[in-house]
């Protein structure tokens, strides 16, 4: 996986930002991680989600994003 995509269950932007991934050929590169499981991402994401992080540099972006942004961020 090259990418985290922190959200919620049952969050619609979570999957609008999931929706947007497909758009750019990199969902099968996507993790999913539901912040819930875990107070420390809650405390850092809970009122961003959803947040797409690149593992391999560590660059982020937090929900609102266009595809463009997306795209920047590969």
Do not use: R
């Amino acid at each position: 996986m090259k990418y985290i995509l922190y959200s919620s269950e049952g969050c619609h932007l979570c999957e609008q930002a999931f929706d947007l991934c497909q758009q750019a050929n990199i969902a099968q590169q996507v993790s999913l991680v539901d912040i819930v499981d875990d107070d420390k991402l809650v405390e850092l994401y809970g009122t961003s989600i959803p947040v797409l992080e690149n593992i391999e540099t560590g660059d982020k972006l937090f929900w609102p994003f266009s595809l463009n942004q997306l795209e920047q961020l590969t």
